[in-house]
């Protein structure tokens, strides 16, 4: 019977935004793979990373950077030499949906080719508290600047995500226009610009 283990770091950090901008950051500084972003129903995401013990450990590292630069509570986690369990397995587990935030809590790569670097245009997230912050502010980003909508996301305890691409210069306008509008009528988690998105992104991101 064949066994895989895994070195396998673990980001458990409050909201969708920042745990995407950890996945990016960390694929390209510490050469990991993310092999799943699983969403608990509420407020909080986990990043599940996998390479050598080394790459794993810089990506705790850059995880709590991000994390703190956010204002993200976040807990980091290293395990070397993990082996999942076949019959009930925790990091290959599968894909479920949540009647609570009508979605699924997993988002995994896409296996749609090979990944060929940083070749995406700016992706822009903005995450709320609430449904109407984020139909505003995707309303106001539309507007103030020629960017298109990537998708929307929610991850439970009425946490929205909202996603924009387009060049940075107008991404960057887009955002500041959905921040305003949403701290008028909700409440505002995240606002954050991936200048330049490594292409790994795309296979996590809404087709």
Do not use: F, W
Not at 151 to 170: N, Q, S, Y
Not at 174 to 194: C, M, N, P, S, W
Request: with cysteine; aromatic share 2%.
């Amino acid at each position: 019977m064949t066994r895989t283990r895994y070195n396998l770091a673990m980001i458990d950090v409050v909201g969708l935004s920042p745990a995407l901008v950890i996945a990016d950051q960390a694929i390209k500084g510490a050469q990991v793979k993310i092999i799943d972003i699983e969403g608990d129903a509420g407020e909080r995401c986990v990043v599940k990373m996998v390479g050598d013990a080394a790459h794993c450990q810089r990506a705790v590292e850059i995880a709590r950077q991000i994390s703190s630069h956010m204002h993200a509570e976040c807990t980091a986690t290293l395990l070397l030499h993990y082996e999942d369990n076949e019959n009930v397995p925790m990091i290959n587990s599968p894909q479920e949906y949540s009647p609570i935030s009508q979605g699924y809590l997993h988002m995994r790569p896409r296996d749609d080719g090979e990944t060929k670097g940083n070749t995406m245009q700016a992706l822009g997230l903005l995450e709320t508290k609430g449904l109407t912050g984020v139909i505003e502010g995707a309303d106001a980003m539309l507007k103030a600047a020629n960017v298109e909508l990537v998708g929307k996301e929610k991850i439970g305890a009425a946490h929205v995500t909202v996603m924009v691409r387009g060049d940075v210069a107008a991404v960057t306008a887009a955002l500041d226009a959905g921040q305003a509008a949403v701290e008028k009528v909700g409440t505002l988690v995240a606002a954050h610009v991936i200048a330049r998105p490594h292409e790994a992104m795309a296979k996590l991101l809404p087709e």
